[in-house]
């Protein structure tokens, strides 16, 4: 031990720590001062417009993130049944529950989105404009004229700046931004059907709390008409002749620049949305701009300097403070009993002797603690498995042994077994190996801290399920399913899914835990019956079963028959009726049945198709419905098909494939320069499925709809690079394409020439 503490290094600690913080104190100080001149390097003006283009990119995704959600809340509208019959029905008011459960989700829809300035609905067949403000409905009476003369709107597409006069407010010519979801007539242009949302973007404007005196910001269309401004009374007024927003616009990009007109300099920062085809501009006068930059200046290097002084001051505090206690304490180290690792022969330093102790220490103590947690959780684990398995019977005493928070042995209060699965999780289908650990270890830790606290309680996975194990005093069970319900309603506000809570039979001795984990997990099938989400009990569902049922081959039928002569609603009552007699059947039955029934839908839709499409249509279409948990998605699924089949067929016979095949190539002619041109608009246009349509599009035309609308873009193109004077811009907008880059990228890899160069050939 003497030699051991003659061999540490007692040289000046105090000339160490000092030299330490000096050298770390100057680090600092460079390092600062790079920042700095890094920083003050570039003009004044430049570093202004780089912050104002931050804040313009900013505010663009305040304003993309609000309009995306009102095309979400205007196209998760028009799918809404009560609301599509409501627009199509002749007398929208005559069913008071249809028309009271319009206005109620309408009005959903504005409470729980702040920005909703009003919602109408347009019904073409009673012309009748529905919403919850009567006030504003009326007001939309101009809006409709406007779209049935006019062809610039698109369904879903950017949201439109207008003034909304609505009578009795105070100031007429509301503000507002508007969605519109519509079907017209493409024969008489009229509107059969519209959905208007308008927003409100006041509350969200920029209010630039701390930024520099003077600063304006505008946001323009690309017309220079003036769409959004805070506290602007200018709304729509026309600024495309000055001189800033004559630059602005014709530079199409983003652009930070000095303006000179008019009285003084201005800087000019501006950022252009693809997705709004709006310009977001920022303009600050010069001489206000700069002058903070220079006293930021000023400031920062005063600061360093007194930062460094202070650092010496510090440094040479704390290294005395320092140097003295190290040496003690190191020889108190060497001269205790604790192992301290193993120390060479070489002299060691006080620091040297001080980390390896530590560290050995903290390993040790770590290594101990994870190896007695794991030890235990692991044997708790094991043995509930065995329990659930029935490979072993719970023992008096063995739940103090492993730490469990109910008795399996029971004794006067009595055991509940339960499965939890959580809803509409395709996608483990596909990634199990990926997603399900994640999943449920995430449930299982949300469920054990949830209901511990609440309840008696043990929770543990067992063959990708999670499994409860509740224990009840015998009076009553209210308090274990309040708790579980609590728990669905956690998940769901939480992760925004349903969990199901499957209950076996009950529990009467600790041996009769497997055979209750057992019927847990076939009565967690039935959710496919019985609707996800909710608290099934196996007793229940058994009651329930017949245990003769037979396939339905007569309803079968009928449903076959029903889609053969084209009545769509009779097809729908016809597939109720089926399935309404699945929901007697056990759960192995009513899958049998789905695919049986799937397989005759699909021979009885395409009889003339071949063995490979057929194969494909049925395995595609087998893998969606797989994916369903419930009995009431499968029998919408059945439903919407069955109308598609209809529709196609009927289609079929108003367009033999000659004429048909004119009328879209018409229809293109027509819509090419459209950017949102896809065979989804094309295939809703002419009434056809989007995958039928495709393999329809090729058989006609023989070629894909995307090589035929590329040939026709091209031709276009090079008529117009031919024939006319226009810019590759303008050129790009006029056959589709809104980024003038990027059509010269897609002209050029389907050309091989830039615009330009074909036109210097011809």
Not at 51 to 64: A, G, H, P
Not at 187 to 201: G, K
Not at 599 to 615: D, E, K, R, W
Request: charged share 25%.
């Amino acid at each position: 031990m003497k030699r051991m503490l003659e061999g540490i290094k007692l040289r000046t600690w105090y000339s160490k720590f000092f030299l330490s913080f000096v050298v770390l104190s100057a680090a600092m100080a460079l390092t600062v001062t790079t920042l700095l001149s890094q920083a003050f390097s570039k003009g004044s003006a430049e570093q202004i417009n780089e912050i104002s283009q931050k804040r313009l990119e900013q505010s663009r995704s305040v304003f993309e993130f609000v309009l995306d959600q009102a095309r979400l809340v205007a196209l998760q509208l028009s799918l809404d049944n009560d609301l599509i019959r409501t627009m199509n029905s002749p007398e929208p008011t005559a069913d008071y529950f249809l028309y009271s459960a319009t206005l109620r989700k309408i009005n959903d829809q504005m409470l729980t989105n702040k920005n909703i300035y009003s919602i109408t609905l347009y019904n073409g067949l009673s012309d009748a404009l529905i919403g919850t403000d009567r006030d504003k409905a009326k007001a939309e009476q101009e809006t409709i004229a406007w779209l049935t003369e006019s062809d610039a709107v698109q369904s879903l597409g950017r949201a439109i700046p207008r003034r909304l006069e609505v009578e009795g407010r105070e100031e007429p010519g509301e503000r507002v931004y508007t969605v519109f979801w519509y079907d017209r007539n493409y024969e008489s242009r009229e509107i059969t059907s519209a959905i208007i949302l308008n927003l409100t973007l006041d509350g969200f404007a920029d209010q630039r709390a701390g930024t520099v005196e003077g600063d304006r910001f505008l946001i323009l269309d690309q017309t220079g008409r003036l769409v959004f401004s805070p506290g602007s009374d200018r709304f729509l007024d026309d600024l495309s002749d000055t001189a800033l927003v004559e630059r602005i616009l014709s530079s199409g990009t983003n652009e930070s620049f000095i303006d000179e007109t008019g009285s003084g300099k201005t800087l000019v920062s501006s950022v252009y949305s693809e997705q709004l085809g709006w310009y977001f501009v920022s303009a600050i006068p010069y001489e206000t701009a700069t002058k903070p930059i220079s006293d930021i200046r000023r400031t920062a290097i005063w600061t360093c300097l007194a930062l460094l002084a202070l650092a010496l001051v510090v440094s040479a505090v704390l290294s005395g403070m320092l140097s003295s206690p190290l040496s003690r304490l190191a020889r108190k180290v060497l001269a205790s009993p604790i192992d301290t690792g193993s120390i060479s022969e070489k002299k060691l330093s006080e620091m040297e002797i001080l980390n390896r102790f530590y560290a050995n220490v903290t390993e040790k103590y770590e290594r101990l603690e994870a190896t007695s947690r794991s030890s235990h959780l692991s044997m708790k684990a094991e043995y509930l498995k065995e329990l659930l398995h029935g490979i072993r019977v719970p023992e008096p005493g063995e739940a103090a042994q492993y730490g469990l928070n109910v008795d399996p042995v029971g004794g006067d209060a009595s055991l509940l077994v339960a499965v939890l699965k959580l809803d509409g999780i395709a996608e483990l289908a596909v990634r199990e190996d990926e997603l399900d650990h994640t999943v449920r270890a995430v449930l299982s830790d949300f469920a054990e801290r949830y209901l511990k606290s609440r309840i008696a309680c043990d929770v543990v996975k067992v063959d990708k399920e999670i499994v409860l194990l509740i224990g009840e005093d015998g009076t009553s069970q209210s308090a274990s399913l309040e708790a579980l319900s609590d728990l669905q309603r956690e998940v769901a506000q939480d992760y925004g899914v349903t969990l199901t809570i499957a209950i076996g039979q009950p529990v009467r001795s600790g041996h009769e835990l497997g055979d209750a984990y057992l019927s847990a997990k076939e009565t967690v099938l039935y959710r496919l019956v019985h609707g996800e989400g909710k608290i099934l009990f196996y007793e229940e569902i058994v009651s329930k079963l017949d245990s003769e049922f037979e396939y339905p081959h007569a309803k079968q039928k009928a449903l076959l028959e029903t889609i053969k002569t084209g009545k769509e609603e009779k097809a729908e009552a016809a597939a109720a009726d089926f399935f309404s007699e699945l929901r007697r059947a056990s759960y192995p039955m009513i899958r049998s049945a789905v695919r049986y029934l799937l397989f005759s839908l699909l021979s009885a839709a395409a009889p003339n198709s071949t063995a490979s499409t057929a194969s494909g249509s049925y395995l595609g279409a087998l893998e969606e419905l797989e994916k369903m948990e419930s009995l009431q998605r499968i029998e919408e699924w059945f439903a919407g098909y069955a109308r598609t089949a209809i529709r196609a067929a009927v289609t079929s016979k108003k367009h033999p494939k000659s004429g048909l095949a004119e009328d879209i190539a018409s229809f293109l002619e027509e819509q090419y320069g459209n950017p949102e041109l896809s065979i989804e608009l094309v295939a809703e246009r002419f009434h056809y499925n989007g995958i039928y349509f495709g393999r329809l599009f090729k058989e006609m035309f023989n070629q894909t709809f995307l090589e035929y609308v590329t040939e026709m873009r091209i031709r276009k193109a090079n008529e117009l690079l031919a024939d006319s004077k226009l810019t590759a811009k303008e050129v790009g907008e006029k056959v589709g394409f809104l980024n003038a880059s990027y059509f010269v990228t897609w002209y050029k890899k389907h050309t091989g020439l830039a615009p330009t160069e074909y036109r210097k050939q011809i």
